[in-house]
């Protein structure tokens, strides 16, 4: 199954190195890994997207408790109040009759043309997985050249903060006095 953890962790060398360990030794395909500043000075958000059985991941947020630096994690797979997003870009090769139906499927799709050269174009587009798969979809048969996608960022809907949720790591000395 495919779960999708959010974490805050020490923002200090190794952190990121340590998490990916973890994952690794236990033998789970992590389909992305995204890292980056969060709200709190010194934290960093990680948004990782695993495959892997139910009790599987119980066992990896033991061992995510034990990790130095550690500060908060949360199974956000089931949460439907959860708004998962990525960003992508994709080079389309166009010619002079491919590329306004190109341009047009970019408008569909809302998604922003970045580059232009005579024979491709570069589009930007950000949003639910599933519509940037479909959006691949609808640009295949113009020939995509290359594409590459951030990775998952989630965050809950509302006023729900991942400093609220019930955690596999119990510290919390390192949030901000009022999360």
Same mark, same amino acid.
């Given at each position: ?8 962790? !020490? ?27 969060? %709200?709190?000075? $010194?934290?960093?958000?990680?948004? /990782? ?13 033991? !061992?995510?408790?034990?990790?130095? $630096?550690?500060? +908060? ?12 997003? %990525?960003?992508?870009? @994709? ?8 590329? !306004? ?11 922003? /043309? ?7 174009? /570069? ?10 798969? +479909?959006?691949?979809? @609808?640009?295949?048969?113009? $020939? /995509? +050249? ?11 809907? $509302?006023? +729900?903060?991942?400093? !609220? ?15």
């Amino acid at each position: 199954m495919r779960h999708v953890l959010v974490a805050l962790v !020490q923002d200090e060398p190794g952190m990121l190195a340590r998490m990916g360990n973890l994952f690794a030794r236990r033998g789970y395909n992590v389909e992305s890994f995204t890292a980056g500043a969060s %709200e709190a000075a $010194g934290l960093t958000r990680v948004t /990782i997207v695993v495959e892997g059985p139910d009790t599987a991941l119980d066992q990896v947020a033991k !061992q995510f408790r034990k990790l130095i $630096g550690a500060v +908060k994690v949360a199974d956000v797979t089931e949460d439907k109040e959860q708004l998962a997003h %990525e960003m992508m870009l @994709v080079k389309v090769g166009v010619n002079a009759r491919t590329r !306004q139906e190109v341009v047009s499927l970019a408008d569909l799709f809302k998604a922003r /043309i970045v580059d232009v050269s005579n024979t491709t174009l /570069i589009l930007e587009a950000t949003g639910e997985p599933d519509k940037l798969a +479909k959006f691949l979809e @609808v640009l295949r048969p113009f $020939g /995509i +050249k290359e594409q590459a996608r951030t990775g998952i960022l989630s965050m809950s809907r $509302g006023a +729900k903060l991942l400093a !609220q949720r019930v955690s596999a790591v119990a510290d919390r000395k390192y949030l901000p006095p009022d999360a």
